[in-house]
């Protein structure tokens, strides 16, 4: 089984220096004045930290596995039709943070959008295993 590790843009890593302030902030409150306020200033932090530290991918034989926080699932690599490589898709099924990863079409009618950190990598990998995917380039 391989792993592969999401790709993460420059404003997710500003993202995450604003959500780490704010949520510096919300210690302060909480320690310094007592109030539970500061406690919703961290939430969105730890939510946050969540969906960074585990937006990620794993291919095996037979199913190619993603996850991001709450959002996982698995796709059967002998359904996947097509890979759009390079193109960002901004509706529907996003484990992902980052833009130019991969547009998977698979089954008939579904997508889904990941962001490897290695496009071509990952791309190759599963022409391995499933030999029949149609590439687009972008």
Known sequence: MKTYKAKKSKFIHYL???????SGVG?????SEGKIVGLLLLLPFILFL?????????VDSKYLYYHSAFIEGRIEISKI???HVGKTMWSG???AMSS???IIKYSKYDEIYIA??????????LLTLNPKIKVVEV
């Open 81 to 83: 039709v097509q890979l």
């Open 93 to 95: 099924l996003k484990p």
């Open 50 to 58: 969540w969906i960074y530290f585990n937006t990620g991918y794993r």
């Open 116 to 125: 490897p950190q290695d496009n071509d990598k990952f791309v190759n990998d």
């Open 16 to 22: 995450l220096a604003i959500f780490a302030l704010l």
């Open 100 to 102: 130019g990863g991969i």
């Open 27 to 31: 210690i302060y409150v909480i320690f």
